[in-house]
C-alpha cells in the first residue's frame, strides 16, 4: 500500500480529516484564478498552507468552473510540472494533482505528485490504467456532464442514490483495472453538476457513501453553493461559510475537507476533534 494511501486510511479509521490545501496555478479558476499561476506565489502559497497546517497541497492546472475553457495537457502540465517539482523538493508534505487526463497524471507523478484528484473520476480513457501503474492513491469524483456545461439544469431521480449507483461503477472498474481497493477515495463532486437542492441533500447524507467503504473526499470551500445561501457573492467573503461546511461535512464522516482557508479550517477540526473526545 502507498505510504499516503495508509495514511488517508488511518485517519478515517480514527475519524479525524486531513486538510487539503488547494493551490490552483491557473489564470481562470472561480475563487484564486491568477493569484498563484507563477512559481514564486505559489511556493509562498504553499508554504503558506502547510505552516497554517495542510495535510495535502492539491496542484491544479485547468480551471473547473462552469463555463471553464479547457487546455491542452502539454498546457497543463508546463503550469504543474515546475510547481510540484518544487514543492516536492521543499516541503515535507504530499502533493496532489489535479487533472482528469493521463498524460498529466504521468508527468505529475514523476515530478513529485503522490495522489491523482480527478474530477472526471477516473472516466478518461486511460485514467483508471494511469492510476494502477503510477501506484499511488486516486481521488474519483462524480461530476454530471461536464465542465462548460454541467450547471444547465442538472435532473437526477434520486441524487444520493444516483451517485451512489455511479460509485459502485467506478469502483467495479477500478477493481477490474486492478486498482487496489485502499488507493481508491471517492468525492461527491459538490457544485459539479448540481443544484442547491441536490449540494444540500448530498451533505445531510454523506453518511450514506460510507457504505461503499472508501474514504471520503470533499470540496465545498467557498463554491457558489455558498454564495447563494449566504448572499455572498465574492468567493472571498464566503470564508465563514466554507468552514461550516467543512465541520458539517467532517462531522458526517469526510476524511479529507479540500479547502482554501486552510488555518480556519485546521482550527475548526480541532474543536470538533476536543468535542468528540470529551464526549467519548
Same mark, same amino acid.
Given at each position: 500500500m502507498h505510504p499516503l494511501a495508509r495514511r488517508i486510511q488511518d485517519a478515517a479509521r480514527r475519524e479525524v480529516p486531513l486538510i487539503m490545501g488547494i493551490l490552483n496555478v491557473t489564470p481562470d479558476s472561480f475563487s484564486d484564478g491568477g493569484r498563484f499561476d507563477r512559481l514564486d506565489t505559489a511556493?509562498?502559497?504553499?508554504r503558506r498552507m502547510v505552516d497554517e497546517?495542510?495535510?495535502l497541497i492539491d496542484?491544479?492546472? &485547468? @480551471?473547473?468552473?462552469?463555463?471553464?475553457?479547457?487546455? @491542452?495537457?502539454?498546457?497543463?502540465?508546463?503550469?504543474?510540472?515546475?510547481?510540484? &517539482?518544487?514543492?516536492s523538493a521543499e516541503l515535507d508534505v504530499p502533493i496532489s494533482i489535479d487533472t482528469m487526463k493521463p498524460a498529466v497524471m504521468r508527468g505529475a507523478v514523476a515530478a513529485g505528485a503522490q495522489m491523482i484528484n480527478d474530477v472526471n473520476g477516473l472516466r478518461a480513457e486511460g485514467a483508471i490504467e494511469a492510476a494502477v501503474a503510477l501506484g499511488v492513491p486516486a481521488c474519483a469524483m462524480h461530476m454530471q456532464g461536464e465542465p462548460r456545461t454541467m450547471q444547465k439544469n442538472p435532473e437526477y431521480r434520486d441524487v444520493t442514490e444516483d451517485l451512489l449507483g455511479f460509485f459502485r461503477e467506478r469502483i467495479a472498474a477500478a477493481r477490474a483495472a486492478g486498482l487496489p481497493s485502499e488507493h481508491l477515495v471517492l468525492d461527491p463532486g459538490f457544485g459539479f453538476g448540481k443544484t442547491l437542492e441536490h449540494n444540500l441533500t448530498l451533505l445531510a447524507e454523506l453518511q450514506r457513501f460510507h457504505t461503499l467503504g472508501h474514504p471520503l473526499l470533499i470540496g465545498i470551500s467557498r463554491k457558489s453553493m455558498l454564495g447563494t445561501i449566504t448572499g455572498r457573492e465574492n468567493?472571498?467573503?464566503?470564508?465563514?461559510? @466554507?468552514?461550516?461546511?467543512?465541520?458539517?461535512?467532517? &462531522?458526517?464522516?469526510?476524511?479529507i475537507l479540500r479547502v482554501h482557508d486552510v488555518a480556519e479550517t485546521v482550527d475548526a477540526v480541532k474543536v470538533l476533534a476536543a468535542v468528540k473526545r470529551a464526549g467519548g
Open positions: 511556493l509562498a502559497h504553499a497546517g495542510a495535510d496542484v491544479g492546472g &485547468e @480551471s473547473t468552473r462552469p463555463g471553464a475553457a479547457p487546455v @491542452s495537457a502539454d498546457q497543463e502540465l508546463e503550469r504543474v510540472v515546475p510547481v510540484i &517539482e518544487a514543492l468567493a472571498d467573503d464566503r470564508v465563514a461559510a @466554507s468552514v461550516a461546511a467543512a465541520l458539517l461535512a467532517a &462531522e458526517r464522516g469526510g476524511n
